[in-house]
């Protein structure tokens, strides 16, 4: 029986050390990505590895998923397969056995989670929006040198040479050749 960590942050410049600090685990998996799925490399190995009578340790529900359904699925699964499931923040633990109580609360808390994300994306949107209305937001800058690629076609190279060579695709080639003309 071993004590397993699960910890997430959602980009790579976040820090991880204060989630489940002061825990005393065996194992440590880790994920510098987003929840909003589980196609996550640190948690398809957590699962891989735990076994019947460990317990995974996450610091709170939104590490381990920004979905409900997928929050719960991945209890289920966990429990089904005889692994105990222990929140921190939330207080809450999940063995298998069924506790009307916690499960309400994991369900509740969920779903303020996926709320949270989608407010989250919603602001966002709308920050977007009315930057680009403002013209303050004008999207990604090219990271395409054009004045190179309409000099070597002027030189007679061929688009699909020139993509090549500066790993971009043909269709920004021919882009850049439209806007130039």
Known sequence: MSNVGYIRVSTVDQNTERQLDGVPLDKVFEDKCSGKD??????TQMLDYVRE????????????????????????????????????KERLEFAGESNPMQELMLSMLGA????????????????IKQGQAAGRYKGRRPNIDADEVLNRLAAGERPTQIARDMQISRDSVYRIAKQGA
């Open 53 to 88: 009578g460990d317990t995974v340790h996450v610091h709170d529900i939104s590490r381990m998923a920004r979905n409900l359904a997928n929050l719960l699925e991945l209890v289920k699964q966990l429990t089904s397969q005889g692994i105990t499931i222990r929140f921190h």
């Open 38 to 43: 589980t196609d996550r490399p640190g948690l």
């Open 112 to 127: 303020v989670y996926q709320f949270e994300r989608s407010m989250l994306l919603e602001r966002q949107r709308e920050g």
